[in-house]
């Protein structure tokens, strides 16, 4: 397994370009298997998310060719072989999941695997699952599998008792092709939603009030090919904007909406630097140390659980204590012993952790539990004196990139060892 090196201490500056969004970008490829025509998409990020998600597509009888130098890949999905989402490929993808709603709604049947637990809490779906029985879906739950069928999905209206992410996507592949007009509640309003929602008009579905909590769709007889191009990944573009921020530097982010980041953007403010909003780029300012600042994790528009992680690797070198608390998943603090290695002062207690923020932090090896946090411990090891190695690289894989060389480019010094040269 590879590792990351990072001689930390270099103040980054300069522009990082920002990828197409993995979380919009997974949603939107299973989203091709709503017709048989050809979906050409553009601005695919290189990770190994979407590379499971096209294992997933082929699997399922999907024809894909890749062009992952230019990001584009052309998918066509002339008829399914076959319904089943397998384990061996759902365990490592809970994303996975978003398969059910087009099987269901273009072929009537779909099998997935439970995805079951992971590490960042338990995340179950049933959301998703009681939204497909309201349009019509029987649903069961046979050797770790969830079977669904129906003749033909029939519109309705959906409450969600959370705005789940995924599940608000599901409905929304599912609705599409459903018989009459469906009203999703209770909605997530996060920008991947909004993506995927013009990437279906692009098929010529009805879809009206993405981005906001009720969602209306009018079901339609079949849906076309598209040419559809990723919206700016906001989490990538916010981690990179805290590395610049951490270090001391100037650092722009191009090809990314100041909108869909303006929670991050706005604590970054309160912590100190100063923030430039383009149309499709951000820069920040560190005006010298960042300053204590508490954060709540919110659904969209509040602040992203994915950010959670980074920003409190730039709060344990801040001046003063903040308070960091989590809201959406049960178990996401993993990386706090991480970043306690290399000298930080968090204490957690239920859903918030206390950081006391330290003037210097000191390198250290460290392992990687999940994506995000392992953002986190690599944002860590730039500011931390000394060298850093982060194992387990794999997590970081799946979200982020050409992250090193992104790094490299601000001025990091940073490498990827394969595992051979260091145990
Ligand atoms: C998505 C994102 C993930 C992000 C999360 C929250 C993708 C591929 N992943 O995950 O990066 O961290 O949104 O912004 O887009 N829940 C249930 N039952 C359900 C569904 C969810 O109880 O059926 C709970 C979850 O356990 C969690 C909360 O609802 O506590 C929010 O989860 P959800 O919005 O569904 O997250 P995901 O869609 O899995």
């Not at 992410?165 to 018989?179: D, K, P, S």
């Not at 994915?306 to 003063?320: H, N, P």
């Amino acid at each position: 397994m590879d590792k990351i090196r990072i001689q930390g201490g270099k103040i980054l500056n300069g522009n990082v370009e920002v990828s197409g969004a993995k979380n919009a970008a997974l949603p939107i490829l299973m989203a091709t298997l709503l017709t048989d025509q050809e979906c050409i998409l553009g601005r695919v990020p290189d990770l190994q998310d979407i590379r499971t998600t096209i294992k997933v597509l082929n699997h399922l009888g999907t024809e894909t060719t890749s062009d992952f130098s230019a990001h584009t890949l052309k998918l066509r999905a002339p008829e399914v072989k076959c319904f089943e989402a397998p384990y061996d490929l759902v365990r490592t993808m809970r994303a996975s999941v978003l398969v059910l709603g087009p099987l269901l709604a273009r072929y009537g049947k779909a099998k997935v695997s439970l995805p079951g637990g992971c590490a960042i809490g338990a995340r179950p779906i049933n959301y998703h699952l009681l939204g497909l029985e309201r349009l019509g879906a029987k649903i069961e739950l046979e050797g770790g599998y969830v079977i669904a069928s129906a003749q033909k999905l029939r519109g309705n209206r959906v409450a969600f008792e959370f705005p789940s992410v995924t599940a608000t996507e599901n409905l929304m592949m599912a609705a599409v092709l459903a018989e009459g007009e469906t009203l999703l509640e209770n909605c997530a309003k996060e920008p991947e939603i909004v993506d995927l929602a013009r990437m279906l008009r692009s098929m010529g579905a009805q879809i009206e009030g993405e981005g906001t909590e009720l969602i209306t769709i009018q079901g339609k007889k079949s849906l076309h090919g598209c040419n559809y191009q990723i919206v700016g990944d906001r989490i990538e573009a916010s981690t990179y904007l805290a590395a610049g921020f951490l270090t001391g530097g100037n650092v722009r982010v191009d090809g990314v909406d100041p909108e869909t980041i303006e929670a991050v953007l706005g604590k970054f403010e309160e912590a100190g630097a100063t923030i430039i909003r383009e149309a499709h780029s951000v820069g920040l300012r560190s005006n010298g140390r960042p300053k204590a600042t508490n954060i709540t994790t919110l659904p969209f528009p509040g602040f992203p659980t994915d950010m959670q992680a980074q920003f409190m690797t730039v709060m344990a070198m801040a001046e003063g204590a903040s308070l960091i608390t989590e809201t959406i998943f049960e178990n996401r603090f993993m990386h706090v012993s991480e970043l306690v290695r290399l000298g930080a002062d968090i204490t957690i207690r239920g859903h918030s952790a206390m950081v006391h923020g330290q003037k210097t932090l000191k390198g250290a090896p460290l392992m990687a539990t999940d994506l995000r946090a392992s953002a986190s411990l690599v944002l860590g090891g730039l500011c931390a004196q000394g060298e850093t190695w982060v194992s387990r690289v794999y997590h970081l894989d799946r979200g982020y990139e050409n992250m090193e060389s992104k790094l490299q480019k601000l001025g990091a010094v940073i490498e990827r060892v394969p595992s051979t040269e260091r145990s």
